[in-house]
């Protein structure tokens, strides 16, 4: 799942709001010395109420990963059965 996907397909289950507001932050290491970031997250808040949802993006790339390969092969199996 692609961070445009996400906010083309938007909508805030709370007020059903279609106007989301996208932050991308990401988590470093704790400790003493500035570590590399481990882990970006996605922040989809509504426009209208607030209500926010948080998305792992590594998460979401290997879901859009999945989904275009299983796109591809449903497009294979039914040039085949034609």
Do not use: D
């Not at 007020?15 to 470093?28: Q, T, V």
């Amino acid at each position: 799942m692609k961070i445009q996907e996400i906010a083309n397909s938007y909508c805030c289950p709370k007020c059903h709001g279609k106007k989301p507001i996208l932050n991308e932050h990401g988590i470093p290491r704790s400790g003493k010395v500035p570590l590399p970031i481990l882990n970006k997250f996605l922040f989809v808040s509504c426009g209208l109420c607030g209500y926010t949802e948080i998305y792992n993006l590594k998460i979401a790339e290997q879901l859009g990963v999945e989904e275009e390969r299983l796109i591809t092969e449903e497009a294979r199996s039914k040039q085949t059965s034609s």
